[in-house]
């Protein structure tokens, strides 16, 4: 089943009463989840904790650029934008150690962590004079292979705002900081951090702590742990800006203060939205050209409605106008590139194309961003079959039922490929998870079931569901496949 994502947005209307204006700081919002970890005139550190299924209140996000360095492998996190075109985002899964850049927004959002696993990590927030071109402060970058015993330094993250250096540190090595008379710096640790300087106390770092470094200074750090020491280094290029002990917001569509501007916002979001609702209503009725015109209409209002540009890839493609479903998909990726549906409904697309291996590049971009994503584990596993990579499929397939128990689809594919392998037991246990709930997909999936009994040698019992894949074939009509199953039956009642 290779769906595509038909999805609406909830807009939140922006309150027009005076308490609007009010910042929500997300320290005094959500106490347990955020907490001050150091803040001086350059930088503002925040340690952030999402609980396993926390849902986090309406909260103000930091006008600051900002670096979110991860402190342990977590799932994805959903971020659900108030007053904003862009509504929910979901951010992908992270490897503890990596870390993202990002340019200042203002925005106001709820946070949900969906997940069985805390998610932990610091967020640095940039209280200093901005590149020229604020887009440039952005990335995601990830832990090196460093041999063992040797010490590691690497820029991962250079503009004219800020000089990001992973460096890492032997056991029983040294360490030489230096800093440029006009560039302090901040340490963030990434696992414990034991060192002896040349003069001073001993320093020990837990990791997500932070150690602050003036400009000018020089000194040598002796690593007197068992373990290697691993550190993130921010280097300051520029001056902290004027009045920074507030949040400075950057330019942006979306204001939280009451005034005709913001209320014109909230009245074009909310026409748009309407737009989108009724779009999604029509394609659930069947009638795709009324839907495409519905959602057009929205983006004429809203032309940054991402949901819009991202349900118009699935709606062209069915209306077999495939370059405007590829110029939805653009536009999709101009708002946001980081949005896995667009993605996914992009490799639907493209497999509608027979474009094949356009497609799973597709579907492995979706995982990318979202590596929980069934759907997109399932079609590119459908791909990647076709090619003979039975294991790779395999896999595949089994991470889809993982994140969607009872994807009928997936235990059907998952089986047929066991018992190409002579794995009948378990593709036996597959296909049994197929049979309900009862629709038009159940006989075929009875007559599969029957066939791996016969030939794990079980013939009773395939006969039995055999038997009951014609039953419910002849009900529905499903004359072919009625066909098929009676003939087999014929042959098995001629070999006794």
Not at 105 to 131: G, Q
Not at 157 to 186: D, M, S, W
Not at 325 to 338: F, H, K, M, S, T
Request: charge should be neutral; glycine fraction near 6%.
């Amino acid at each position: 089943m290779l769906s595509m994502k038909l999805l609406i947005i909830q807009l939140a209307i922006i309150c027009l009463s005076v308490s609007a204006a009010v910042a929500q700081d997300p320290v005094k919002v959500a106490p347990d989840a955020y907490k001050l970890e150091f803040e001086n005139d350059y930088i503002k550190a925040q340690r952030v904790h999402y609980a396993p299924r926390a849902k986090i209140p309406e909260h103000d996000h930091t006008a600051f650029g900002s670096a979110y360095v991860y402190l342990n492998d977590a799932g994805p996190v959903i971020f659900k934008h108030v007053g904003l075109s862009y509504g929910a985002v979901t951010r992908p899964a992270v490897k503890a150690g990596s870390f993202r850049l990002y340019k200042a927004v203002k925005e106001t959002h709820e946070v949900e962590n969906p997940n069985d696993m805390p998610s932990d990590f610091l967020r640095v927030e940039f209280k200093t004079e901005p590149a020229k071109d604020p887009n440039t402060l952005r990335g995601k970058f990830f832990r090196e292979d460093v041999p063992a015993g040797e010490n590691f330094q690497k820029i991962q993250f250079e503009n004219e705002q800020v000089r990001v250096t992973r460096l890492i540190c032997a056991a029983g090595k040294k360490y030489e900081y230096v800093a440029t008379a006009t560039e302090p710096g901040l340490f963030v640790a990434l696992t414990v951090a034991q060192f002896k300087p040349t003069q001073g106390k001993p320093i020990k770092l837990t990791p997500g702590q932070t150690l602050w470094l003036e400009a000018g200074k020089q000194e040598q750090w002796e690593n007197t742990g068992k373990e290697a020491a691993e550190l993130l280094r921010f280097d300051f290029k520029t001056a902290p800006l004027k009045n920074a002990g507030t949040d400075k917001p950057h330019a942006h569509t979306h204001s939280s203060k009451s005034t005709p501007e913001s209320a014109g916002a909230a009245e074009k979001n909310a026409a748009a939205t309407e737009h989108l609702k009724r779009g999604a209503s029509l394609e659930s009725e069947g009638k795709i050209e009324e839907s495409i015109a519905a959602h057009e209409q929205a983006l004429k209002i809203n032309p940054g409605l991402v949901q819009a540009h991202i349900n118009l890839i699935s709606l062209y493609g069915r209306a077999k106008r495939v370059d405007k479903a590829e110029q939805a998909y653009r536009g999709a990726l101009a708002i946001n590139p980081d949005l896995p549906d667009t993605h996914y409904n992009f490799g639907v697309l493209l497999i509608g194309q027979e474009r094949f291996s356009e497609a799973a590049q597709a579907f492995q971009n979706c995982l990318r961003l979202n590596p929980y994503y069934a759907e997109a584990h399932h079609n590119y596993a459908v791909i990647i079959e076709r090619e003979g990579k039975l294991d790779e499929a395999a896999a595949h397939y089994r991470k889809a039922i993982e994140n969607k128990p009872g994807y009928r689809s997936a235990h059907f594919y998952l089986g047929r490929i066991l018992v190409n392998q002579n794995k009948f037991s378990e593709a036996v246990e597959q296909f049994l998870q197929t049979l309900t709930p009862e629709d038009e997909d159940t006989p075929r999936f009875a007559y599969a079931l029957g066939a791996t009994y016969i030939r794990a040698g079980e013939r009773q019992k395939g006969i039995h569901y055999l038997r009951e894949a014609l039953k419910r074939a002849s009900a529905l009509n499903q004359t072919q496949l009625a066909s098929s199953v009676e003939r087999d039956l014929k042959t098995l009642e001629q070999s006794k």
